[in-house]
């Protein structure tokens, strides 16, 4: 599955994800945020546990399986780009909003906002087509959901 989602999110223009391996493309965006800090806590880890078995209904064993096939992908996946450029083909820009908040949620679960975090955030809300308001919006939700 690497090999085929890796070329699919290589090639010149990706071509929409199938619902697995949409899957382990936000899971491997997650990981690459929860790694921006080069600070890849276990809080982080569990939130992207939690995110996936949230969204994708399926077991925190299933999740934490979900999260390691990422962990791979991400380390061998040159940028940052292909996974967002695969997303937004996935995903239908009124359930973009979600992925904000997820990407927000990872990135405060280890109670420290990183400004690589913030840049990579600002970054892949760009290249969703998500603008600055919704961005901040999704944050405000984030952090009103911890409190």
């Known amino acids: 599955m690497f090999g085929r989602l890796?070329?699919?999110l290589l090639g010149p223009e990706p071509e929409p994800l199938p619902a697995p391996e949409a899957?382990?493309?936000l899971a491997a965006l997650l990981v690459r945020l929860a790694r921006a800090d080069e600070s890849y806590t276990d809080p982080e880890r569990a939130r992207i546990d939690r995110v996936l078995a949230t969204r994708y209904d399926v077991s925190p064993f299933e999740a934490a399986?979900?999260?390691a096939e990422a962990e791979v992908l991400e380390s061998e996946a040159p940028d940052t780009v292909r996974f967002t450029r695969a997303l937004k083909d996935a995903v239908p820009h009124e359930d973009r909003?979600?992925?904000?908040e997820a990407l927000w949620s990872v990135a405060l679960a280890d109670d420290d906002r990183d400004p690589?975090?913030?840049a990579m955030i600002r970054v892949t809300a760009d290249l969703l087509g998500i603008n600055d308001r919704d961005?901040?919006?999704a944050r405000q939700?984030?952090?009103k959901k911890r409190k």
């Not at 909003?97 to 904000?100: V, W």
């Open 141 to 143: 939700t984030v952090e």
């Open 97 to 100: 909003m979600s992925l904000m």
């Open 116 to 118: 690589r975090e913030d």
């Open 6 to 8: 890796l070329s699919s």
């Open 135 to 137: 961005r901040a919006i």
């Open 23 to 25: 899957r382990l493309a």
């Open 65 to 67: 399986r979900l999260r």
